[in-house]
């Protein structure tokens, strides 16, 4: 049940849009509507959708967030969530990112899936996905609360659109063959050359890919599908690492390369 008005719901949105956009952290969501729910946070995040889909911008894939324990902890919060990438959060491999665009960008080593087919249904298995996916890519995802302190609950951070900011991926497309498995591949994400996270295709859900059946899942509830073609973030392995200027990012995927962001 949602517990805001359609008015409530676009200003929530415009506000959400242009904190973004101004990199100026507001309050978060709950404090002002205590009750906002899961289906409030969806519908925010659907109504700044529009916004900028209207302004001009377009989805270019999706992401799956919370997905690994080191995620869940690090923000306390205890389900996984979902929501949109647009066109201008893609930078190039190597690509810079002033950290003046940001109220206070994170960084975060993710596997990548872009999918051949369409997925759909509630009960997906990692065998489904895989046969279903196209490649994976490694990703490094900047990810930016909108809110003060970057703290939130699970409604809000839904609301702003899982945090997502910017993301880059390498630049060699691996299949999923038997040879890969991506739930021991190994991950290490350097910060100024040293290893400050760590961890395992596994860390996300046991498999990354049950990532992707759990957003499969998500959409059956809108009696919807992930399209053939769409490119998602199966979510951060480890704990996102705080950025200042003058950093540079990169995530070491074994069988997958390598893939960095300079921050000015
Ligand atoms: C929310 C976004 C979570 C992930 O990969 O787990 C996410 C946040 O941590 O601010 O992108
Ligand atoms: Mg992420």
Redesign the pocket.
């Known amino acids: 049940m949602s517990t805001l008005t359609t008015t409530n719901i676009r200003n929530i949105a415009a506000k959400l849009d242009a904190a973004e956009l101004t990199a100026t952290a507001i309050p978060m969501l709950t404090e002002e509507f205590p009750r906002l729910g899961m289906e409030d946070g969806y519908a925010v995040q659907d109504a700044i959708k529009a916004i900028k889909t209207e302004r001009g911008n377009s989805v270019v894939g999706l992401?799956?967030?919370?997905?690994?324990l080191a995620?869940m902890r690090?923000?306390n919060?205890d389900s996984p969530?979902r929501a949109n990438l647009f066109d201008y959060f893609a930078l190039p491999d190597d690509g810079e990112f002033p950290v003046s665009q940001a109220c206070h960008p994170?960084v975060?080593a993710?596997i990548a899936f872009v999918l051949k087919k369409a997925l759909r249904g509630p009960n997906l298995t990692v065998d489904d996905v895989l046969a279903a996916t196209d490649f994976v890519v490694p990703a490094l995802?900047i990810?930016d609360?909108r809110y003060q302190d970057?703290k939130?609950d699970l409604p809000s951070?839904v609301a702003d659109n899982?945090?997502?900011c910017r993301f880059v991926v390498g630049s060699q497309p691996m299949p999923v063959t038997d040879k890969i498995d991506l739930s021991t591949l190994g991950v290490a994400l350097r910060k100024n050359g040293h290893i400050v996270e760590m961890g395992a295709g596994a860390a996300v859900l046991n498999h990354p890919a049950r990532a992707i059946a759990m957003l499969a899942a998500m959409l059956a509830e809108k009696d919807e599908a992930i399209p053939a073609g769409t490119f998602i973030?199966s979510?951060?392995i480890t704990a996102?690492v705080a950025v200042q200027p003058g950093d540079y990012i990169q995530g070491d995927f074994q069988y997958l390369g390598t893939t960095g962001i300079r921050f000015n």
């Open positions: 992401k799956m967030g919370f997905t690994s995620k690090q923000m919060c969530i994170r975060e993710e995802e990810i609360s970057f939130f951070v899982a945090s997502s973030l979510g951060g996102a």
